[in-house]
């Protein structure tokens, strides 16, 4: 899996855009950008993924450069309760449907600190 | 509420024990995956199960196990405790989605090893 490399920390005022970067350059033409976030020792969350298409869900959006080597998450409209570490994950779909493929590589991610 | 549970929330337990450590998958996903969270080494993966059969290995060590029963639950079992097996355990389990699919992950295992 491509590595990724993202800011250690970031703020964000309550109610504005959070926009959290990943730079993934080593990125291969079948690997996905996926994001997951940590709430304080809560169990990962899913956030978004995608492979080069912009995508939106209710959670956020997901921007990836034309050429991908980079991305960009963005909480709309950030709450306290966005406060968490983002994970930033690049991976290769699994090439069979039916038999999964294996664990997710997690790295220091970037904490997002929201301030009221 | 992921749909994800794990059993129990914590633990307490001393050098040289042994624990099991138990997961309950989403309804309907047939991949779980084990991962190990500790303080100097963050969120490793440590080994995947599917439909019953062991599919990957990550860092797991060799007093470590794991399985999946019939019913899709899971068993992590931690043998031989040393101080720095304390940690938080996660299980996540997916569901395919024509190759690209999300892991869904519980709430945790709290072990401390004293």
């Known amino acids: 899996d491509a590595k990724t490399t993202q800011p250690t920390s970031m703020d964000c005022a309550e109610g504005r855009a959070a926009n959290l970067p990943c730079n993934h350059s080593t990125i291969s033409g079948n690997e996905y950008v996926y994001w997951y976030r940590q709430i304080h020792s809560q169990g990962p969350q899913y956030i978004i993924h995608?492979?080069?298409n912009n995508e939106t869900n209710e959670m956020a959006s997901l921007i990836i450069t034309e050429d991908r080597k980079s991305s960009t998450l963005i909480l709309p409209h950030a709450t306290l309760r966005d406060t968490a570490v983002y994970y930033c994950?690049?991976?290769?779909?699994?090439?069979?449907?039916?038999?999964?493929?294996?664990?997710?590589?997690f790295g220091k991610g970037t904490h997002l600190i929201i301030q009221p | 509420d992921s749909g994800v549970t794990q059993t129990p929330k914590h633990l307490i337990t001393a050098t040289g024990q042994r624990v099991t450590l138990r997961c309950s998958p989403r309804?309907?996903?047939?991949?779980v995956y084990w991962y190990q969270q500790s303080l100097d080494q963050g969120l490793q993966f440590l080994i995947q199960?599917?439909?019953?059969?062991?599919?990957a290995k990550g860092n797991i060590l060799e007093r470590f196990s794991a399985q999946q029963f019939p019913d899709l639950h899971s068993e992590l079992n931690l043998s031989s405790l040393e101080l720095g097996d304390s940690a938080l355990y996660f299980c996540?389990?997916?569901?395919?989605?024509?190759?690209?699919?999300?892991?869904?992950f519980g709430p945790g295992t709290r072990l401390t090893v004293t």
């Open positions: 309804s309907g996903d047939l991949s």
């Open positions: 199960y599917y439909n019953g059969e062991e599919r």
């Open positions: 996540a389990s997916s569901v395919e989605l024509a190759g690209v699919y999300e892991q869904y």
């Open positions: 994950i690049v991976r290769v779909a699994a090439v069979y449907s039916g038999g999964g493929a294996d664990g997710l590589t």
């Open positions: 995608g492979l080069k």
